[in-house]
């Protein structure tokens, strides 16, 4: 890669860092808000699914969108957007203004975290790919899991101030992609979306259908349980580890700020070893069975420290689901990456509605029915990805 293209890169990490920030801050917080305003667990669900829902709708429209316009003017409109919800739910006193803000953040991270991947996409080698778009996923599961902690420190002066900072930095973050990422005209990544924009002419479903092959299939539906299982697992984690267990805010922001500094470190310095010593698909087959025996540790142990070491166990696992799955597909097709990362981010979006919705629901019920729901999906994707090799070896050989 030139020295712009990795400029660019470190500028995308940045910027797909903050917007997986903002989607994680509310996390350790929900208790309290929960408290506050007197809302059930379903509710709280519904609040996270609707980032989630939002995103799924925008993310295949950006994606078709990015690669007609370029990458540039809706990754710097998104992080603009990103800003200004983050200041609407500070302000937030009613569910209906909690909602909206929760709204905007998930059409801002349609319109950054796709196309951040397809121009990554158009920049990189497939012999750099898996390298990039692990850095890529470091800085998305890293604000993921970052968030929790960085929000449950700075809620310590107040439950909203991680909201406050986290705008002030979209608007930060904006002024940085407008003045620093180069013009969707630069010859540099120009040459490498050539194909793409050949292909313009076809409608997004037909794009879509010649992308559907069972290996393709099978790899889209590991994306939906990777993302239901962590959105499962994640969204009431704090309310679960707080009403059954009774940690505090102090401890739910050390536990998800240690697994975020975990993963950062696996993500950066290890996932390119791990797909090169095992493989995509015995990495997603190794990450699925983890997840599903930590989930099942959380479920029925009462140690803190085991609960603890568990919860690590789970991140960690689905934090190596993604970057895998995400390399695994921009290996099984070379064009159409806007498209690819677009359906890619929609079902992450269905698996994240979903997931949080019946979260909450079971929440309301019983305290162990969320996480064993979680369990059984993650067992039946670890005994459908010893299908997939085959598939893929009659995807591409076939």
Same mark, same amino acid.
């Given at each position: 890669?030139?020295?712009?293209?990795?400029?660019?890169?470190?500028?995308?990490?940045?910027?797909?860092?903050?917007?997986?920030?903002?989607?994680?801050?509310?996390?350790?917080?929900?208790?309290?808000?929960?408290?506050?305003?007197?809302?059930?667990?379903?509710?709280?669900?519904?609040?996270?699914?609707?980032?989630?829902?939002?995103?799924?709708?925008?993310?295949?429209?950006?994606?078709?969108?990015?690669?007609?316009?370029?990458?540039?003017?809706?990754?710097?409109?998104?992080?603009?957007?990103?800003?200004?919800?983050?200041?609407?739910?500070?302000?937030?006193?009613?569910?209906?203004?909690?909602?909206?803000?929760?709204?905007?953040?998930?059409?801002?991270?349609?319109?950054?975290?796709?196309?951040?991947?397809?121009?990554?996409?158009?920049?990189?080698?497939?012999?750099?790919?898996?390298?990039?778009?692990?850095?890529?996923?470091?800085?998305?599961?890293?604000?993921?899991?970052?968030?929790?902690?960085?929000?449950?420190?700075?809620?310590?002066?107040?439950?909203?101030?991680?909201?406050?900072?986290?705008?002030?930095?979209?608007?930060?973050?904006?002024?940085?992609?407008?003045?620093?990422?180069?013009?969707?005209?630069?010859?540099?990544?120009?040459?490498?979306?050539?194909?793409?924009?050949?292909?313009?002419?076809?409608?997004?479903?037909?794009?879509?259908?010649?992308?559907?092959?069972?290996?393709?299939?099978?790899?889209?539906?590991?994306?939906?349980?990777?993302?239901?299982?962590?959105?499962?697992?994640?969204?009431?984690?704090?309310?679960?580890?707080? @009403?059954?267990? *009774?940690?505090? $805010?102090?401890? %739910?922001?050390?536990? !998800? #700020?240690?697994? &975020?500094? +975990?993963?950062?470190? =696996?993500?950066?310095?290890?996932?390119?070893?791990?797909?090169?010593?095992?493989?995509?698909?015995?990495?997603?087959?190794?990450?699925?069975?983890?997840?599903?025996?930590?989930?099942?540790?959380?479920?029925?142990?009462?140690?803190?420290?085991?609960?603890?070491?568990?919860?690590?166990?789970?991140?960690?696992?689905?934090?190596?689901?993604?970057?895998?799955?995400?390399?695994?597909?921009?290996?099984?097709? @070379?064009?159409? *990456?806007?498209? $690819?990362?677009? %359906?890619?981010?929609? !079902? #992450?979006?269905? &698996?994240? +509605?979903?997931?949080? =919705?019946?979260?909450?629901?079971?929440?309301?019920?019983?305290?162990?029915?969320?996480?064993?729901?979680?369990?059984?999906?993650?067992?039946?994707?670890?005994?459908?990805?010893?299908?997939?090799?085959?598939?893929?070896?009659?995807?591409?050989?076939?």
């Amino acid at each position: 890669m030139s020295s712009q293209s990795k400029r660019t890169i470190w500028i995308l990490l940045v910027c797909q860092f903050l917007i997986c920030l903002g989607m994680s801050l509310i996390f350790p917080v929900m208790p309290f808000i929960k408290k506050e305003y007197n809302f059930s667990a379903f509710e709280m669900g519904l609040m996270s699914s609707l980032f989630a829902l939002v995103q799924f709708i925008g993310s295949p429209i950006v994606g078709r969108i990015s690669d007609k316009i370029g990458r540039k003017p809706l990754i710097v409109w998104g992080l603009l957007v990103f800003g200004l919800a983050e200041f609407v739910f500070a302000l937030a006193g009613h569910l209906f203004w909690f909602n909206l803000s929760r709204a905007f953040d998930g059409l801002s991270a349609a319109m950054v975290v796709p196309t951040s991947m397809a121009l990554a996409a158009d920049l990189t080698s497939l012999k750099d790919r898996a390298k990039v778009i692990g850095w890529l996923s470091a800085s998305f599961s890293g604000g993921l899991i970052l968030g929790p902690g960085l929000g449950g420190i700075l809620a310590n002066f107040g439950y909203k101030v991680p909201f406050w900072i986290a705008g002030i930095l979209g608007l930060i973050s904006t002024l940085v992609a407008w003045l620093l990422l180069p013009s969707d005209q630069n010859e540099e990544f120009k040459s490498h979306t050539e194909d793409v924009q050949k292909n313009l002419q076809d409608s997004t479903w037909t794009q879509v259908k010649s992308l559907l092959s069972p290996a393709m299939t099978t790899a889209f539906l590991m994306i939906f349980v990777a993302a239901f299982g962590l959105a499962g697992f994640e969204s009431i984690y704090s309310l679960y580890v707080n @009403e059954v267990h *009774q940690f505090g $805010l102090g401890a %739910i922001a050390t536990v !998800l #700020t240690l697994n &975020g500094i +975990i993963s950062l470190i =696996l993500q950066v310095f290890f996932f390119e070893r791990m797909v090169l010593w095992l493989g995509e698909v015995k990495l997603v087959r190794w990450a699925f069975l983890l997840s599903a025996v930590g989930t099942v540790v959380v479920i029925y142990d009462h140690s803190h420290w085991q609960i603890i070491v568990a919860t690590l166990v789970v991140f960690e696992a689905f934090d190596l689901l993604r970057p895998a799955i995400t390399t695994l597909l921009t290996k099984m097709s @070379e064009q159409n *990456q806007g498209l $690819l990362n677009g %359906i890619n981010m929609s !079902l #992450t979006s269905v &698996g994240n +509605i979903i997931g949080p =919705l019946i979260s909450g629901a079971l929440l309301d019920i019983n305290y162990q029915y969320p996480y064993l729901v979680v369990v059984m999906f993650l067992v039946v994707a670890f005994l459908i990805s010893f299908a997939l090799s085959r598939l893929i070896a009659r995807h591409q050989f076939g």
